[in-house]
């Protein structure tokens, strides 16, 4: 019987720490894509889907041309909106990021695969005069 004790207990360890790198593997860091390259896609008609995680308001005050806002904080409710496929690249963007990062993780572990980060988010795009709606 206490030959079995550790072994279970060594066994347990295994289980958590598997559990733990499928869980950080699932909430995968988003790759960063350049401005000057979602610009180029925008103007081409060929921008996948750009996804607004900011609230109404500052989505009403001005966004990226084509964007779909859903706000970060209701986006786990509101993942049937989204007209994509798992795996179709999907642009995220906030005010200065943080915000992305959370809708991120959220897409990551509802199973999208790619995610990119509008490098310099809302902030960069507007300070450069990029176009917006």
């Known amino acids: 019987m206490k030959k079995l004790l550790p072994a279970a207990a060594a066994a347990v360890v295994a289980i958590v720490v598997l559990a ?40 009403a005050d001005g966004h990226l041309p084509g964007a779909v806002n859903i706000s970060h904080d209701e986006l786990g409710d509101r993942l049937a909106e989204l007209d994509v496929k798992r795996g179709d690249m999907v642009i995220v963007y906030c005010r200065s990021g943080r915000r992305a990062g959370v809708a991120e993780a959220l897409l990551g572990e509802a199973g999208f695969t790619d995610l990119r980060d509008l490098e310099g988010h809302w902030l960069g795009w507007s300070e450069a005069g990029r176009p917006i709606e």
């Open 20 to 59: 733990n790198y499928a869980l950080s593997a699932s909430a995968m860091q988003a790759e960063q894509i350049g401005a000057d390259e979602v610009q180029q896609q925008i103007e081409a008609g060929t921008a996948p889907l750009i996804l607004d995680v900011r609230t109404a308001a500052e989505y």
